[in-house]
């Protein structure tokens, strides 16, 4: 009964290639995030939703597009892979009030070769 | 803006040692502080807030506002502290976290 699951865990793909990560959470949280963290483990934010609704977009390239069918889920696409992309990208959630704690999924290891 | 500041990248300290993980801030509202931690290969785990004023795991941060710092303190390192911890600032009115670039602390024997 994992709170914030996201699959795959592990992504190894070629240049140009398009993938997408998926992250669903149970947790009945209203907002959704996706966070980069790069090679020297700095974490940014990139997108979030609320109730579906992209509320958050931090100059990241269009070739990421996040797409949210319900509030439970939001997925990541990525088009034309390139090698800067290599990066866990972990899938957040968290409720509202003054406790709205992020709930962090176990991240998606993505290697561009 | 809002901006993190985690001075050290590493941290090395033998077991029993006392730990400080420095944490700045810039933000001109009232922001809300967090200290996550994420164990080898694991996900990230909220350790505090600094709205709770509690301790866990030995660990406790207090917010100073004149210094804008949010330090993290424990008294006696444990090798199972051996981590990664991020500091985090939520500004007034955002939801998202705008972290700091982190600081690795090594513990050990």
């Known amino acids: 009964d994992t709170a914030v699951s996201q699959t795959p865990k592990y992504l190894v793909t070629q240049m140009g290639n398009d993938k997408s990560i998926k992250c669903e959470q149970n947790l009945g949280h209203d907002t959704m995030y996706w966070y980069k963290q790069d090679s020297k483990k700095f974490l940014k934010i990139m997108f979030s939703y609320n109730n579906k609704e992209l509320i958050i977009n931090e100059t990241v390239p269009n070739r990421f597009s996040p797409k949210s069918p319900d509030k439970a889920h939001l997925n990541l696409h990525i088009n034309s892979l390139e090698l800067g992309d290599s990066a866990v990208y972990f899938c957040?959630?968290?409720?509202?009030?003054?406790?709205?704690?992020?709930?962090f999924g176990s991240g998606t290891r993505l290697t561009v070769v | 803006a809002q901006r993190v500041t985690q001075p050290e990248k590493l941290l090395s300290v033998f077991k029993g040692a006392p730990v400080e993980l420095k944490c700045n801030y810039s933000?001109?509202?009232?922001?809300?502080l967090f200290w996550y931690v994420q164990y080898s290969r694991q996900r990230l785990q909220l350790l505090l807030r600094?709205?709770s004023r509690e301790s866990i795991k030995g660990f406790t941060a207090d917010l100073n506002k004149g210094e804008t710092s949010f330090h993290l303190k424990k008294p006696f390192a444990q090798e199972e502290d051996s981590a990664m911890y991020y500091c985090?600032?939520?500004?007034?009115?955002?939801?998202?976290?705008?972290f700091g670039t982190g600081t690795r602390l090594l513990v050990s024997p």
């Open positions: 985090a600032l939520r500004g007034t009115g955002f939801q998202k976290l705008v």
């Open positions: 957040a959630s968290s409720g509202t009030g003054g406790a709205a704690d992020h709930t």
């Open positions: 600094h709205i």
């Open positions: 933000y001109s509202g009232s922001p809300e």
